[in-house]
Each structure stands twice: as C-alpha cells, then as structure tokens.
C-alpha cells in the first residue's frame, strides 16, 4: 500500500538548499516560533541570524531584545572590501524606488543576502532599530537612527522622522 501523505504534513525542510532559506520562508510565512526553533541552532557569528531573532522578537512586541539582537548583528558583521556592487541601471533604480517603499526590512534575510546586498542589510538593521525606538518612544534615538539613511527615502524611515521631530519639537 502506498504512503499518502496529508496535506501539511510534509517536511518542507528538504526543499531548500540551506536552514538558513527554510528560516526565511518560515519568517515569510508567519511561522516565527518554528524559525525561532532553529534561529537558536545556527551560527552565533552571522548577522543573518541575529537579524532574524530581532524579527522574532519584533513581532512578539519585545522592542529592547529586537534592539540587542540588531546591536549583535552589527558586532559581528563581515569586515571587508564591498566594491563588487552590481552595476545599477534605469530600471534597478526605479525598482528600488518602489520597494524602499514597502517593509520589506521586516523579512527574514540570509547570510548570502548579507554578502550579496550589504548596503540593503545593514540598512534593513537601521529600519528595524527605527521601528524599534519609534515604539519604545525614545524619538532622540529615532533620529540618530533614522537620519543618517534619510536621503534613501525609505518610507517608515521617512515617517519616523517626521513623527520624531513633530514629537520633539512641540
């Protein structure tokens, strides 16, 4: 008799190539416990997996241990030359325009991601920590956070801003 296997029950594990793409596709899918799960057992010296975590606990409301997990990212991210950007043109442009406008920051991230987009993820750690201080309600920090990426008119970066300074401001 031939095994049937039901509908959710299958190991979805073997259909990516690394952990670290079956994490991502968890975190995409809202399954953050799961990817919790195995977030504890990858490698302590990847900012990937730090990043990761601070979503974790982003989505639980738990801002400062999103903030110290973002901090971690950054001690132990990549020392090196990152001159090997790909070479942007028209269409690269105004599709990133697009997606700055969207919280795509808010997604899981690999460790080739990091490599590949390394401006892109250490700006995904800025927008995250905004978010994070916007909540916890310390808007000089929202600032010191936010304003060095302003001119890349990300939109909750943007927002943040604004809501900072009319807060301090008043």
Sequence with gaps: MP???????????????DEGTFIMQLLAQ???AEAYLL????????PATHFNLALCYFKTGNYAGALACLDKAQSVWPSGNYNHRIQADELYTALRKLQNQQADYLQGITSKYVSLFNDQARDAIARLKTDCWLQLGDFKKVIETAGPIAHKNYLNITNALALAKNQLYI
């Design 3 to 17: 095994f049937i296997m039901l509908l959710g029950s299958a190991d979805t594990r073997h259909q990516y190539p």
């Design 30 to 32: 809202g399954r953050c």
């Design 39 to 46: 977030l504890k057992r990858e490698s302590p010296d990847e």
